[in-house]
């Protein structure tokens, strides 16, 4: 079955860099995403990965795949206060629907 | 130049009512979609519509019923609300595979 797991909380301080990492079991998904979500706000997708690139870099966003291990990761660099929230990692399952973790709580303190 | 809204944002209601959701997308996109986020924030797929057409259908009571007039609108309807009901329901729209996009979430209370 499809399955997406990540740890549940993060804590740094800022300036520091910001790594949340995510597995997951379909080993078919062809693209794997990062949304955001800030206290009671919705989804802001963050970057998204096809299933034939091993990294992908959008400013202080870094995301890494290793489709072997079905491992997926999201490096936030420097990150700042602002970037507080719950990050959830999605695998795209069958018939276009998400199927999301539990979603990281990242903590940034000053 | 909302992509996706919904309304209403909260909804508090009682017990045993039966209660709307409406969604609408203005991305010309083909497919649309209800998730339900628990207390918890677990995020999980209800239903999928495709060009109106229902693609998905999650282990959900059948209280639940969505309902979508055209391409660019997915509304669901609850019948006789339970506690358990309540959580944040999202809408959300892709045009086929692409990525999605989210409204900004209706918060459910049932009392």
């Known amino acids: 079955g499809e399955d997406v797991e990540q740890s549940l909380f993060l804590s740094v301080r800022e300036g520091d860099s910001s790594v949340i990492n995510c597995t997951y079991t379909?080993?078919?998904?062809?693209?794997l995403y990062w949304y955001k979500q800030e206290p009671g706000a919705g989804l802001q997708l963050l970057t998204y990965i096809f299933s034939n690139m091993d990294m992908k870099q959008d400013q202080r966003l870094t995301v890494l795949l290793n489709k072997k291990d079905k491992h997926l990761s999201l490096r936030i660099a420097d990150t700042q206060t602002g970037d507080s929230a719950i990050y959830f990692c999605a695998e795209r399952g069958k018939k276009t629907a998400l199927i999301f973790g539990k979603g990281t709580t990242l903590s940034v303190s000053s | 130049d909302t992509a996706v809204s919904q309304t209403p944002k909260y909804l508090v209601t009682q017990m045993g009512n039966d209660k709307s959701i409406k969604c609408e997308q203005n991305l010309g996109h083909d497919t649309m979609y209800w998730y339900k986020q628990d207390s918890k924030k677990f995020l999980k797929i209800m239903f999928s519509y495709n060009n109106k057409e229902l693609i998905i259908n999650e282990t959900v009571p059948n209280r639940f019923s969505p309902k979508s007039p055209d391409k660019a609108h997915l509304n669901l309807h609850i019948n006789s609300l339970e506690l358990g009901d309540s959580a944040v329901y999202f809408c959300?729209?892709?045009?086929?595979?692409?990525?999605?996009?989210f409204g900004p979430g209706t918060r459910l209370t049932v009392l």
């Open positions: 379909d080993s078919s998904s062809t693209y």
């Open positions: 959300a729209s892709s045009q086929a595979y692409n990525e999605q996009f």
